[in-house]
């Protein structure tokens, strides 16, 4: 059936959603091929697109010219005509060559995995700092894909893909991209500052902090509405918030933790998206702890646990405790062994049902202590701002009123140690 009379026959139905064809350079392992683009399907479901259908062919190494080679973009072609496709999103990052022959093969609007994470990102991002970051990741894709393009940009029309800046002479003025690129990094450079003032604040006041950091979608956003009983958005889609979010917990001994909740992260991040929310990311380098969630249902959870490890490892963020959470516990097979031997704790919990949440606060509470000094003095009745810091940032055992001042033994962090001396 002609796509002409396929995408009549969907408007008739009443279906708005864009629908493409995923496919993929396998390289050797099908299997993982086929994993990666069913996380694409996810993808383009949470973009606002449908999956018509999947194509694969094993290749030692993609195509230079036109991907997949030219038996398949035939087949591919075939494939997109009979469906009535809008197009067709390619697995990996594309080079412009790529992309401007598989365009003009195909006749169809041609994405590829990095173009779809920037148009989820650009789409979700809410906070100033969230849209900066995106429109700057976004230019420095469509800067380095500029050579040759033309046809392929103007081809894109409007839908997926084409959130953001804009493709308003992208293609053609080269300076003007370079000057807003300059522009935007002077405005991250400056919040990055407010970042790092921010983060001053918090050390000075001695509380510990813990950074949340998983797989997109593992659940970090429900583990922290359910421990600091805030309202941070918590949707079962890819990249559903992008903004990080601090809030404050009580632990049961009453000691307060502040915890930071990441962007989540994902196979085949876009470095220009690594690049561009560094400033974010990096919270977990300055974190006292990382909290790593990990969807225990998810029958990849060791492939996710390895791109989050790369990831950290990849800013640099290493050496800290962890405490690993198997979420989703509720939906896990009774049987199911999950550990994760690069962790100091390993916990199933269900965010969702409160589950494992009081053996957590105990791992939690162990790791603070550990990572203090016990303290056995007495303090004068003239110093009672230091018996006040303990009492708020430190774990106050005992307090005994004596004629020389207030004698306690408590677990104090070692920076309000320095700070009284």
Do not use: W
């Amino acid at each position: 059936m002609p796509r002409q009379a396929c995408k009549a026959e969907r408007e008739e139905d009443t279906d708005m959603k864009e629908h493409y064809l995923l496919v993929a350079a396998a390289s050797g392992d099908e299997d993982a091929a086929e994993r990666s683009l069913a996380e694409l399907s996810l993808l383009l479901e949470t973009a606002g697109g449908s999956t018509d259908g999947m194509l694969i062919q094993n290749l030692p190494h993609p195509e230079p010219a036109t991907y997949l080679g030219s038996g398949k973009v035939r087949e591919l072609k075939m494939m997109a005509d009979a469906y009535g496709s809008d197009g067709v999103v390619c697995d990996d990052e594309l080079t412009p060559v790529q992309l401007q022959n598989l365009s003009e093969l195909l006749d169809c609007k041609v994405l590829d995995r990095t173009t779809l994470i920037l148009d989820i990102f650009a789409a979700h991002a809410s906070t100033k700092e969230g849209k900066v970051q995106v429109e700057m990741a976004q230019l420095k894709y469509r800067l380095s894909h500029l050579k040759g393009v033309g046809k392929s940009l103007s081809r894109l029309g409007g839908g997926i893909g084409t959130r953001g800046p804009g493709e308003t002479k992208l293609e053609t003025d080269r300076r003007a991209i370079h000057r807003r690129i300059a522009a935007l990094s002077r405005e991250i450079q400056s919040m990055k500052q407010v970042r790092e003032t921010t983060r001053k604040k918090r050390s000075k006041g001695a509380f510990p902090t813990a950074a949340i950091v998983g797989y997109t979608n593992a659940g970090k956003s429900t583990l922290l509405n359910r421990i600091t009983r805030s309202d941070v958005l918590a949707e079962d889609k890819l990249f559903a918030t992008l903004d990080p979010a601090t809030r404050i917990c009580a632990l049961p001994d009453g000691e307060e933790v502040l915890f930071t909740d990441t962007v989540g992260f994902i196979n085949k991040l876009p470095h220009t998206l690594i690049d561009a929310f560094r400033s974010t990311l990096e919270e977990a380098g300055y974190a006292d702890l990382i909290i790593h969630v990990v969807d225990g249902a998810d029958e990849n959870a060791e492939l996710h646990m390895d791109v989050v490890y790369k990831t950290l490892s990849e800013l640099g963020i290493s050496g800290k405790p962890v405490i690993t959470l198997f979420n989703k516990s509720d939906l896990m097979a009774g049987s199911a062994r999950l550990h994760d031997g690069r962790a100091e704790k390993t916990i199933r919990i269900s965010a969702k049902t409160g589950e494992g949440i009081g053996e957590f606060y105990a791992a939690l509470q162990q790791l603070l202590q550990e990572s203090r000094e016990y303290v056995d003095t007495v303090i004068p009745y003239q110093e009672g701002g230091r018996l006040n810091r303990i009492r708020r940032y430190g774990h106050l055992l005992s307090e005994e009123y004596v004629p020389e001042g207030i004698h306690i033994t408590a677990y104090v962090p070692r920076s309000l140690l320095r700070e009284d001396g």
